[in-house]
């Protein structure tokens, strides 16, 4: 453990050592569900090794009888190595140092207070999502292992007698889930990324004082319309010859693709809306508190997103459907949150003025800050969350 | 599309909203047979009635600009080209500079009327 602190702090002890590397307490929290649930698992064996027979049943069907068997040893060997291998990995994805993972796209020119690149992937392996996925992990092993030593200890040494029903399973995910839930409640609050950019820098849109406006646009992607049109016909031609078992899944996803292939954006004294293009709902809103900078620039669907339609990478994530201009927020929270339209630049500039009026109205009657901690606390009810 | 409107100017607000429409048809940024926002979503943007957005694109219906259709909202028409958004806005401004001379509706149309009667060329 000694060691693991020694990197961390290395790592953290940069310029700015803020935004690099996760707190200690954070990488321990991460790592130890593993090594807790190996020495419960080893404890179980250890008190149950009386009782237990040479050979284990160590796998079962679903009407909960013994179909596989393994050596005593064996399986207290693969339990504890599995738990300890996966305990290394999260410590390993915790505490790897990020040089290296920059991506050339993503590193734009002057794009250094941008959310994509080191500070993002730091801040992903140490976030409370990831976080609760390991101590799921390691709560639902840890049961299925202690789980399956007292079946056997139960059979008292006649192990094909041993049994296992199938709502075991059942068990093992709701302790997964509760562990994983006692694992967020141990990373606490994600630290939001401190913000290091100047605002300012982004053009504005001249508006009188008493004047309002808004701008709306849609937009559709080529590639969707054409993906999804092709699983519908798809659904349909190869319905006869699968006798009509690929059919709903090619239906469905043939309409969600299309669903997704049109959007209209909308900025305003609200914020960024997106909706589908003719309905008012479902919608996306992140309202202007969220907002600390809006700016307009080229993205690349597959290099930038991996894909297209709406796509969440660590540090950024929108609604991606076609390549070229778009609107690109730098939320609160330091995170990236892009959507492909066009004339991104009218939209961008007349956000940033609307961010301004509404920082400056807040300032006048409750303090910006206070302001800003207040939007922050709604975005988790409505908004988008790159990294979850 | 940018719309903006100012409650405080004199211009009622339809005009107002009818006038971005038209700038933006006449720069170029809202194209032939592109969808205009739902009034509904138009009128929750910048806060004012439904039908104070309906005002304003029943006017450009009227200049033969968008088409209102039921079920599928405001539509930039074919004929709605950035020239003939431009003209709309010069006709807009001949009415304006003519009644603040004073000039009543009468007047102004036959002024354009003793215009159209003079031959090509001799203007």
Sequence with gaps: MAGHWGITAGHGGGTVDARKGPGVRRVIVAIAPFPVAAAVVAMAYGTLAGRLPGTLATHFRADGRADGFTTAGGFLAVALGTLLAFGAVFGLLVLAPTAGRRTGSARRAGDGDRTDGVPAMARLRTAGSFIAVGYGLAGLLGYVFVRTLYANAAAGGDHPAARLPLWQVAAALGVGVVAGLLGRLLAGKDTPLPDGGVRGGAPRLPLADSEVAGWSRTVSSPVMYVLGCALLLGGLIAGPATGWSAVPGLLCGGLLVLALAGLRVTADRHGLTVTPPLLPYPRMRIPLARIREADSRKVAPLRDFGGWGYRMRPGRSGFVLRSGEALSLRLASGKEFVVTVGDAATAAALLNTLVDRSEAAEGGTEGGADGRANGDADSHADGPEGTA | ?123
């Design chain 2, 1 to 123: 599309m940018l719309v903006r409107i100012d409650p405080a100017s004199s211009v009622p607000l339809g005009d107002q909203v009818a006038a971005s429409v038209r700038g933006a048809i006449a720069d170029g940024s809202v194209g032939a047979g592109e969808r205009l926002p739902a009034a509904r979503a138009l009128a929750a943007s910048l806060g004012v009635n439904v039908h104070t957005v309906l005002r304003g694109y029943q006017r450009l219906k009227e200049e033969g600009l968008i088409e209102l259709r039921r079920g599928r909202g405001a539509v930039v028409t074919g004929a709605a080209s950035p020239a003939r958004a431009r003209l709309t806005d010069a006709a807009a401004g001949l009415i304006e500079q003519a009644r603040a001379l004073g000039l009543t509706d009468e007047e102004i149309v036959s002024l354009v009327r003793t215009g159209l009667d003079r031959p090509l060329g001799t203007g």
